[in-house]
């Protein structure tokens, strides 16, 4: 890790690329050993077809993106630094159609194309663990580093919240991805519509995700109109379904313990 600490209260950390992506590694095989995977070979089939055709209109560096599933219930998705990204099953149960995946999955993409995680690190490196951190930092480059800080962020949970400004942003790049890629921007907002809905319905099932972005009204608001400008593109699939139909039939997805 390339650290460059300029004068008082200003520091900046360069990250470099292969920085983030063994960081994201070490935090992937953690996420591993925590969390239960759902390994149905034709869901993960599906999800990282959709997966690779949204990363080849991804900004940015090439990253060594990956999509894994979550056996969950609650409407979630996470990305970890440089690559790799989760997406609870009950995503697709909630969905309607593979637009809505499609649009949290570019989301995520978006999240580590834009590299929100690089400044992440920086900034929770600065204020929560301050010099002793960075010196061991320092001291300790490469994988022995990578790994301490990788299990330090998981366990507070850092790798989970971006700013407003970062979901705005991903909000916004994630949209463009989706369009490139061929799929309909209104997926995105209907998805949000759903989680809308489902907040009044089962608060518990949308918990995690509003503890980690912003309320979908504002996003609502915000991509409605970019997205009624320009219409078009895949809105579902008969495959989509036949997922659908196939995860019913499979006892469902666990709750997530609560932390
Ligand atoms: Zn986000």
């Known amino acids: 890790m390339k650290l460059l600490a300029v004068t008082g209260l200003l520091a900046i950390t360069l990250v470099s690329v292969e920085d983030e992506i063994a960081i994201g590694r070490q ?7 925590q969390v239960p995977a759902f390994s149905d070979a034709q869901t993960l089939n599906y999800l990282r077809g959709i997966g690779q055709r949204l990363v080849r209109h991804a900004p940015g560096p090439k990253y060594p993106y990956s999509f894994s599933a979550a056996d969950y219930r609650e409407i979630n998705a996470f990305a970890l630094p440089g690559g790799p990204i989760w997406i609870h099953r009950g995503v697709l149960h909630k969905a309607t159609s593979e637009s809505q995946v499609a649009g949290v999955m570019a989301h995520e993409i978006a999240h580590i194309a834009q590299r929100h995680a690089a400044a992440q690190l920086t900034n929770a490196t600065l204020t929560n663990w301050g010099l002793t951190l960075l010196g061991s930092v320092l001291g300790n480059s490469g994988g022995a580093g990578a790994a301490q800080i990788a299990a330090g962020f998981l366990a507070n949970g850092v790798f989970l919240k971006f700013s407003r400004d970062d979901e705005r942003e991903a909000d916004r790049v994630g949209l463009d991805i989706m369009r490139r890629a061929g799929w309909d921007g209104r997926g995105m907002v209907d998805l949000f519509d759903i989680l809308r809905r489902e907040s009044a319905r089962d608060p518990g099932s949308v918990e995690v995700f509003f503890s980690s972005h912003p309320p979908p009204q504002d996003r609502i608001a915000r991509l409605q109109a970019e997205v009624s400008r320009r219409p078009g593109g895949t809105r579902d699939t008969k495959q989509f379904q036949q997922i659908k139909a196939r995860l ?12």
């Open 27 to 33: 935090a992937n095989a953690q996420v591993q050993k």
């Open 248 to 259: 019913v039939k499979m006892p469902p997805p666990r709750a997530m313990p609560r932390q």
